[in-house]
Every structure is written in C-alpha cells, then in structure tokens.
C-alpha cells in the first residue's frame, strides 16, 4: 500500500492521485487535492472545471453539502465554459441542505439543457418534502423514468398514517393506557394501566372496605389516592406524547421511502476528464 501510494505521489500527475482517492473512496482527502489542484489550474478552465467538479460531488459524498455549494458557486462565476454543470451541482448541494425553494429556482434556469431531465427529478422531489404534493404529481407524471416516477406518485399519493394527539390523550383520561395502545405503545399501555389499577385499588380499599377507621388509615388512602392522582395525569401528558412520537416516526419513515425512491433515479453527473 505505501509502495502504491509513493508512486501515485512521485511518477504521476497530483489530478492522478487525486483521482484515486476518489476512485478508492478516500472521499474527504480527495476533495482536498482536487481544491487545490483547481486553484492551481485556473489558468487552464478546462482541468480547473474539472477539479472543482470533483471536489463538489466529493464534498456530497462526505455530507458536507454547504461546502460544495461554495465550488460549485464559485466555478458558476469563473468558469462559464460548464456553467449549467456547476449549476446542476449546485442545486443538488441546495437540495442535500434542504433548499427546496432554492431548487426550484436553480431548475427553472436549467430548462432546455441537458440537464433538464435530473433538476426536474429534484424539482419533483423538493416539492414533495415542502408540501406541496399535487405539484409533484404533475412534474412527475411528465417523467419517463423506467417506473420510479409512478411508484413515487404511488406513495405520495397514498395516505400518511396519523395519530391524534387530542384522541389519544382522551382515551387515556377515560382508561390509563388506552392512548399508548392506540399509538402502539402496548409496553407503556400496560405500565400505566397497571399502575392505575394498584394505586386506585388501594385508594379504593383504604376508604371504602377497610374496617379500619383511624386517622392513619385516612393518610394512607389519601396518599394512594394522591398519588395515582398524579399517575394518572402522568399517563394522559405519556398518551400525548406517544401520538407526537407517532406522527414523528411516520413522518421520518416516509421521508426514508422518498429518499431511497430518489436514489433509484439516475442523477449522479458524468464528469469526464479534458
């Protein structure tokens, strides 16, 4: 390995091993050679595009997508020979950040290029995670893509579970439990069941069937009785936390689907060497 490495360093050119650690998925450092290799060659457009190309799809493999936006900024000021290449890198920098009105904007100026095709994808998508699913429907019905634009209409389309966060602590001031089952939370359904039954119970016993009359007896049920008091407001705020947690996760779950639909497409840039 060290052999290898001491040739790449000395007998070929710095875009060569560079090159490598792209291709060796040495993503971060090989980002930082193609940086300064384009700011060296800036003289020459053709291999300081190409460079900075790089750089910015390496910087999206290693999640950092803010940095690769300043690049692809930077080669759209500076290199307009591939202006609508730094552009499309760009808007997939904007669409890893969560820029989706930024995305929108950025595919509009690459209508009728050949990068029509992969913005209107993101388009589609950064429509879907902003809400407007009606929107997306249209831009993706008017992609041919081997199949992928319908399944993402399918599940776009198709009703996100939900879970009411007034339904479920309702059911859980009526019966301890019954809002955490209704969010699934069975485990937590029965814990705060059986904790209202013990301490109902008891409270229950102290004041109506024991023959005991003293003043400690009254304690004991009023402390049982305060404290499945408290048990059972602790139980509604758990019920309307367990819907809050629901909705979350299927919010998650569904935005995991997309992203994997998302993947599917082919949207990865071809970036040739000059």
Same mark, same amino acid.
């Given at each position: 390995m060290? &052999?290898?490495?001491?040739?790449?360093?000395?007998?070929?050119?710095?875009?060569?091993?560079?090159?490598?650690?792209? *291709?060796?998925?040495?993503?971060?450092?090989? =980002?930082?050679?193609?940086?300064? +290799?384009?700011?060296?060659?800036?003289?020459?457009?053709?291999?300081? *595009? %190409?460079?900075?190309?790089?750089?910015?799809e390496?910087?999206?493999?290693?999640?950092?997508?803010?940095?690769?936006?300043?690049?692809?900024?930077?080669? +759209?000021?500076?290199?307009s020979?591939?202006?609508?290449?730094?552009?499309? !890198?760009?808007?997939?920098?904007?669409?890893?950040?969560?820029?989706?009105?930024?995305v &929108?904007?950025?595919?509009? *100026?690459? #209508?009728?290029?050949?990068?029509?095709?992969? /913005? #209107?994808? %993101?388009?589609?998508?950064?429509?879907?995670?902003?809400?407007?699913?009606? /929107?997306?429907?249209?831009?993706? /019905?008017?992609?041919?893509? &081997?199949?992928?634009?319908?399944?993402? +209409?399918?599940?776009?389309?198709?009703?996100?579970?939900?879970?009411?966060?007034?339904?479920?602590?309702?059911? *859980?001031?009526?019966?301890?439990?019954?809002?955490?089952?209704?969010?699934?939370?069975? !485990?937590?359904?029965?814990?705060?069941?059986?904790?209202?039954?013990?301490?109902?119970?008891?409270?229950?016993?102290?004041?109506?069937? @024991? $023959?005991?009359?003293?003043?400690? $007896?009254?304690?004991k049920?009023?402390?049982? =009785? /305060?404290? !499945?008091?408290?048990?059972?407001?602790?139980? +509604? %705020?758990?019920?309307?936390? @367990?819907?809050?947690?629901? $909705?979350? %996760? =299927?919010k998650?779950?569904?935005?995991?689907?997309?992203? $994997?639909?998302? &993947?599917?497409?082919?949207?990865?840039?071809?970036?040739?060497?000059?």
């Amino acid at each position: 390995m060290i &052999n290898l490495l001491a040739v790449l360093l000395f007998t070929q050119a710095p875009i060569d091993f560079a090159d490598y650690l792209y *291709s060796a998925g040495d993503y971060r450092r090989a =980002a930082l050679e193609y940086e300064r +290799i384009a700011f060296l060659e800036l003289t020459d457009s053709a291999w300081a *595009s %190409y460079a900075l190309l790089r750089a910015g799809e390496a910087l999206l493999k290693t999640d950092e997508p803010e940095r690769a936006a300043n690049l692809y900024s930077f080669g +759209i000021d500076n290199l307009s020979d591939d202006r609508e290449r730094f552009t499309y !890198g760009l808007l997939r920098a904007e669409f890893a950040q969560d820029h989706f009105d930024r995305v &929108n904007e950025l595919a509009s *100026s690459l #209508e009728g290029t050949d990068f029509t095709y992969p /913005s #209107e994808v %993101y388009r589609s998508f950064s429509l879907v995670f902003s809400g407007d699913t009606a /929107s997306a429907t249209r831009c993706l /019905s008017l992609l041919d893509a &081997n199949g992928f634009a319908d399944s993402t +209409i399918a599940l776009i389309n198709t009703p996100s579970t939900h879970r009411s966060l007034l339904l479920s602590a309702g059911f *859980s001031t009526v019966l301890p439990g019954a809002g955490q089952a209704y969010c699934g939370r069975w !485990g937590d359904a029965w814990q705060s069941f059986s904790m209202a039954v013990v301490f109902g119970g008891a409270a229950a016993y102290y004041f109506f069937f @024991s $023959n005991d009359t003293t003043t400690a $007896n009254t304690i004991k049920g009023t402390v049982t =009785a /305060s404290l !499945g008091g408290l048990f059972w407001l602790a139980n +509604i %705020y758990g019920a309307a936390n @367990s819907a809050l947690d629901y $909705n979350d %996760y =299927a919010k998650r779950k569904r935005q995991e689907q997309l992203r $994997n639909l998302l &993947n599917r497409f082919d949207l990865e840039p071809e970036i040739k060497r000059p």
